[in-house]
């Protein structure tokens, strides 16, 4: 039998529109001891991937961030940190800053086969939905709601759109207790496996796709796992199981769900805003946006995957995904900030 989750993860956008606690505002004094951290680095030639927690005296800053680390892993499942002095660094130092700040939330991993362990989330003209190698982050199109690998996502605004690219983030959690009282016959199916594509990246030995379910429980915690772009893109391959009809219904159900204005979460990403996202709890997309005609002013971020440390158990269906991310951490990249050298990089 499937019952509600009760957790601190499953609110809703209306009542997150209402409040103000899920933003992290960094004062003068955050930014002293951050920009101080960032020299000091500098000073030691301590860089990304290399700069730990450890290596750090953030002082009080540290302490926000402990807390921001539990409220995005364990409790609601995201933070909007706003009031970082982007201004005062170059590119490469703002990153930096930004790869400071998630070491006190976790460890940075690879997040593609290159071992690139800074994504660069910008419109490099591709579009994911033709072409099988392409990622939704390399497009300006609007992204279906979807997580991504390890425990939290993070994102950096270096520049937002002249026009559109709205964040939306959707509880997960909220998700399951909505379909469990709208369909409870579907349950059932949202715990079958689900297979998706590895779009290019299958490791050697390995198939192109994998398959797990959408939703599992370990213990006490719900996990979700979503993807609807890469479960139908897995559908070209002729050893995947065609979709049945109850699995399209479902996802059918959880997109409905997800894009429901009452659930879900608009916030336009200001420059020097960090967002973090708990990957099990919450689902996130973006609107369609368009760029101005400077290219050096085009909406562009700077994207994180962090393992927290926190869970003791995962759900099983993760360890194949996850010895992808292993096998590509084992050559971790140090940041490309050279637009044409990451294009030929995440294009494969």
């Known amino acids: 039998m499937h019952s509600r989750y009760e957790h601190p993860s499953a609110w809703t956008g209306e009542d997150m529109q209402r409040r103000t606690d899920w933003v992290l505002q960094l004062d003068h004094q955050d930014n002293v001891l951050l920009h101080r951290a960032v020299l000091q680095a500098r000073r030691r030639g301590l860089g990304i991937p290399h700069l730990k927690a450890a290596d750090l005296d953030l002082g009080r800053l540290a302490s ?18 706003r009031g970082f002095d982007i201004d005062r660094y170059s590119l490469e130092d703002a990153a930096l800053a930004y790869w400071a700040v998630g070491t006190h939330l976790g460890s940075g991993t690879a997040q593609n086969a290159q071992g690139d362990v800074l994504g660069h989330v910008t419109n490099i003209g591709v579009d ?13 199109l609007r992204l279906p709601f ?21 964040s939306l983030i959707v509880s997960s959690t909220t998700v399951y207790n909505e379909v469990l009282r709208l369909r409870p016959d579907l349950m059932a199916v949202a715990h079958q496996n689900f297979c998706l594509d590895r779009r290019g990246e299958a490791p050697v030995g390995k198939a192109p796709w994998y398959a ?15 993807n609807r772009t890469y479960i139908e893109s897995a559908q070209r391959f002729d050893d995947v199981p065609r979709l049945s009809g109850q699995q399209v219904e479902l996802l059918d ?16 990403l200001q420059r020097g805003d960090m967002q973090f996202i708990s990957n099990y709890t919450v689902l996130h997309s973006r609107t369609q946006y368009e760029d101005g005609p400077d290219p050096a002013k085009r909406r562009y971020l700077l994207r994180l995957w962090l393992d927290t440390g926190l869970f003791d158990e995962l759900p099983a269906s993760f360890a194949d995904r996850y010895e992808d991310i292993r096998q590509w951490q084992l050559k971790p990249q140090a940041p490309i900030f050279d637009l044409a050298h990451v294009h030929t990089e995440l294009a494969h």
Request: contains cysteine; positive net charge; proline residues 5%.
């Open 64 to 81: 926000k961030l402990a807390w921001l680390r539990a409220e995005v892993a364990m409790r609601r499942g995201f933070v909007l940190v």
């Open 128 to 140: 994911f939905r033709t072409d099988p190698r392409a990622r939704g982050y390399q497009s300006k």
């Open 146 to 166: 979807h997580n991504d690998g390890q425990d939290v996502v993070g994102l950096l605004c270096l520049h937002p759109a002249q026009s559109g690219g709205e």
């Open 212 to 226: 797990g379910p959408l939703f599992n429980r370990v213990g006490e915690v719900l996990f979700c796992r979503y």
């Open 253 to 268: 159900l959880i997109d409905r769900l997800c894009s429901d204005p009452r659930l879900c979460l608009s916030m336009e």
